[in-house]
């Protein structure tokens, strides 16, 4: 290990517990090379406090269900190296941010969840299984729009890095936008106008101040901050055409 | 309050667009009022004369800065949000600085 910290193979971490009303409390833990923040956590829980509560499921960066705010930043933590967010030999662990906190390290995804459906993200067929497949051209200035945005994992580290969420409970957020700007470029979608119609609320795209933390922290490398744009963009012309 | 996920350009740029905008509402009314002087030609001359010092002109250059830094940061937001989305976001901010810190220099050249 590169970073000294109380010992040479000790780390000094904190993490949060309780509920919204809380504290951070100290462990020391073994200083390993290769191991990640979830090794970590799991580590504390299994040999110093059984009864902390965190979330993962794959360990492999593809569920979503583990990210957590370290040393201040939202970060996938089953593929987030220990040894590249340490600093001086301290780690600090919190749950996700603007999000309510259940316990520990666990919050409640139900408004991130609940976002999506706002936004409508979700697909609405206009063929059945009778007609053959859709052809989409793979080429298409749609079709890439849509594929740049469609490998979301559902962790909400866009949310929690999202300051206009933080200042806007209501605000759509990065990740429901997101989803409904690939939609809206999925020439099989049947409710365009509805989707567009769902973004382009009081609580919608045009919330976006374009810090562009989304894309900074996406662990799987989207732009949200590009997709909203798009989705104001299609709302401006939407309206100028008396569409919306 | 700048805590570590603020801490990239981005942000960065937003707080510098902010800030500048605060500032020049801030300075509007005081604009104003001088121009109010215009009715009595001395006043304005009086005032005028003082605004030739050097402190003055220091202070000048800082308007200069933050105009230009407000209209070059709010016409990156507008080829954001009406152009294509372009992936050179961070050169896109490092420019319409650069150019907003030029202008100011360029006027202090200019007024030494």
């Known amino acids: 290990m590169s970073h000294a910290g109380p010992s040479e193979h000790e780390l000094t971490v904190e993490i949060w517990r309780g509920g919204a009303e809380g504290r ?5 833990v073994p200083a390993r090379e290769n191991q990640s923040v979830l090794d970590l ?3 504390v829980q299994r040999h110093l406090e059984p009864a902390l509560a965190y979330r993962f499921a794959c360990r492999v960066g593809m569920c979503g269900s583990c990210a957590m705010t370290v040393n201040g930043r939202p970060r996938w933590t089953c593929r987030t190296h220990v040894d590249k967010v340490t600093k001086g030999g301290r780690l ?3 749950p996700l941010a603007n999000l309510p906190v259940i316990r520990d390290l666990v919050t409640d995804m139900t408004p991130f969840f609940d976002k999506w459906q706002q936004a409508r993200g979700r697909f609405s067929p206009t063929r059945t299984r009778k007609d053959e497949p859709a052809a989409v051209d793979p080429d298409s200035r749609a079709r890439r729009a849509a594929d740049a945005g469609i490998e979301c994992i559902n962790c909400a580290v866009c949310t929690a890095a999202c300051d206009v969420v933080r200042w806007n409970a209501d605000y759509l957020g990065p990740a429901a936008l997101n989803r409904a700007w690939t939609l809206i470029n999925d020439e099989r979608d049947g409710a365009r106008a509805e989707s567009l119609a769902a973004v382009s609320g009081a609580a919608g795209c045009h919330n976006c101040h374009s810090h562009q933390g989304c894309a900074e922290h996406c662990p799987m490398g989207l732009n949200p ?3 909203i744009a798009g989705l104001k963009r299609a709302s401006l ?3 100028l055409k008396g569409e919306l | 309050m700048i805590r570590a996920h603020r801490n990239h350009p981005g942000y960065w740029a937003f707080a510098l667009h902010r800030l500048s905008g605060v500032l020049l509402a ?3 009314p005081a604009h104003f009022l001088v121009l109010g002087l215009a009715v009595e030609e001395a006043a304005l001359d009086s005032f005028l004369s003082w605004s030739d010092a050097p402190l003055a002109k220091l202070a000048e250059g800082g308007l200069v800065v ?3 830094v407000h209209l070059t940061g709010g016409m990156r937001l507008l080829a954001l949000e009406f152009l294509p989305w372009s992936d050179h976001q961070k050169s896109l ?3 319409a600085t650069g150019l907003a810190l030029a202008a100011g220099g360029l006027f202090l050249l200019s007024a030494g």
């Open chain 2, 93 to 95: 901010i490092a420019l």
């Open chain 1, 237 to 239: 012309l939407a309206l």
């Open chain 2, 26 to 28: 801030l300075f509007l």
């Open chain 1, 41 to 43: 956590v799991t580590w």
């Open chain 2, 66 to 68: 933050l105009l230009a």
């Open chain 1, 24 to 28: 951070f409390e100290r462990y020391r």
């Open chain 1, 92 to 94: 600090k662990i919190a």
């Open chain 1, 225 to 227: 901050t590009a997709a």
